[in-house]
């Protein structure tokens, strides 16, 4: 799973495809542009759609934008050429930031390489910058991922990724924020890192950890690669294992010591998953006595 890098960060907004169709730049031919099937109701201050390249270039070949939205910008675009990925999308991952803006009537269009979107957002001085992490599991290896990452979460329990089914488990995050957009003044800004190791073959394995974490990782441990300096934001925890008020959910890091032949963490924000976990052999680690791998905010 760890070479799915298409990265989306999504608002309050409701955004709806309503045409799709194909554009010739010259030799440039869009195809789909898709944004969770065409309907997504999420929270933050970008949103990132992807779109098709059916004939062209990738390296001269870019969407453009145009748009009747002011407080739309885009911000620029990736692409996605890399296996898995080019076996189930080739094009570009698009990154647009909606700005905050006040006015209740936040209703437009926009045109994404032919594509004709429309989009409406209710207004607001301060949005919401919190995201969800998702929870996934693989019986065959008796592994445990999550990802804050909705393309990802879109391609998790499909071909080829149908051995990673949703455990139903999940807890709130922050979103990384556009640099060039301020901070929540109520949120933590601290990153949450994200590795990879596939060195125990046909086994891989993700970790997760805050700044202090991931520095002992690269340290001491050069087979682990780092895929993301911030795959979403937490809070951390007090010296004692407790969690400040501003992020005052507690998300407990279990291990499964090597179970397996391959490592494996699980980050809960369940004590009775946490107790599950352990009187099935994994071990606590973490933060304080009860072992926090970091601190989230409420869902509201």
């Known amino acids: 799973m760890s070479n799915v890098r298409v990265m989306i960060w999504l608002m309050a907004a409701a955004i709806a495809v309503v045409a799709t169709c194909a554009r010739a730049d010259g030799t440039c031919v869009y195809g789909q542009v898709l944004a969770d099937d065409g309907n997504v109701i999420a929270d ?26 002011p407080w739309i910008t885009y911000f620029g675009s990736v692409v996605i050429d890399r296996p898995p990925d080019a ?21 437009g269009s926009f045109q994404l390489a032919g594509s004709s979107i429309e989009i409406s957002q209710p207004g607001t001085t301060q949005p919401d910058y919190r995201t969800t992490v998702k929870e996934y599991y ?33 807890f709130v995050a922050y979103t990384n924020f556009p640099p060039q957009l301020h901070s ?26 805050l700044p202090d974490v991931c520095d002992q990782v690269t340290e001491f441990f050069p087979d682990w690669q780092l895929e993301s300096q911030s795959a979403f934001r937490m809070g951390v925890p007090n010296e004692d294992g407790t969690c400040p008020a501003s992020t005052p959910v507690p998300i407990y890091r279990l291990y499964n010591n090597g179970s397996g032949g391959a490592p494996n963490h699980r980050f809960v924000a369940s004590l009775d998953d946490r107790a599950a976990m352990l009187a099935h052999g994994w071990i606590a680690e973490g933060y304080g006595p009860l072992g926090l791998g970091f601190c989230g905010p409420t869902a509201q």
């Open 87 to 107: 076996f189930i999308y080739h094009g570009y991952s698009v990154t647009l930031v909606v700005a905050p803006n006040p006015d209740p009537a936040r209703e």
């Open 184 to 209: 929540p003044v109520d949120g933590p800004e601290t990153a949450v890192c994200r590795f990879f190791n596939d060195s125990f073959a046909p086994k891989s394995t993700h970790f997760y950890g």
């Open 138 to 170: 693989h019986a065959q290896w008796d592994h445990y991922f999550m990802t804050a990452d909705p393309n990802e979460q879109a391609l998790l329990g499909k071909p080829p990724f149908e051995d990673w089914q949703p455990t139903g488990r999940s």
């Open 44 to 69: 933050g201050t970008t949103l990132t759609v992807l779109v098709a390249l059916t004939q062209g270039d990738l390296a001269t070949c870019t969407p453009s934008l145009t748009s009747s939205v």
